[in-house]
């Protein structure tokens, strides 16, 4: 059992950045492949990076060149960096873990936290 919960998500100007957290508990998170994810209104949630047990990431076309993800075993958590803002990144952004390989199919993602919205703006 994974519990997450997220925070960093706030208001910012385009072009701005945001670093995002996710604390986990438990005490095999080093084993759980983490994802990012994003809902926008009326829009179905997305993937937008993953880290793996083993430290290989994922990351979305859109995202890619401007968003970092990474992980600190020794503190339960899984980062993401995010530069160069635009609106079209506004949207809620949730935390989930998985055992397995790196997936970009939120429905194979087993704990999720409960997301902390991030708003752009133009």
């Known amino acids: 059992q994974v519990q997450l919960l997220e925070s960093g998500g706030g208001l910012v100007q385009a072009g701005g950045s945001l670093r995002l957290s996710c604390a986990a508990s438990?005490?095999?998170?080093?084993?759980?492949?983490m994802g990012w994810f994003r809902q926008a209104p009326g829009k179905e949630r997305e993937f937008v990076a993953g880290?793996?047990?083993?430290?290989?990431?994922t990351l979305e076309d859109s995202v890619k060149g401007r968003f970092t993800i990474s992980r600190d075993n020794s503190k339960n958590t899984v980062n993401l960096q995010m530069n160069s803002l635009n609106p079209e990144d506004t949207a809620v952004y949730y935390c989930?873990?998985?055992?397995?390989?790196?997936?970009?199919?939120?429905?194979?993602?087993?704990?999720w936290g409960q997301g902390t919205q991030v708003t752009v703006s133009a």
């Open positions: 438990g005490r095999t998170f080093s084993s759980y492949t």
């Open positions: 989930a873990a998985r055992v397995g390989n790196i997936y970009r199919s939120a429905a194979t993602y087993n704990y």
């Open positions: 880290i793996s047990s083993s430290g290989t990431t």
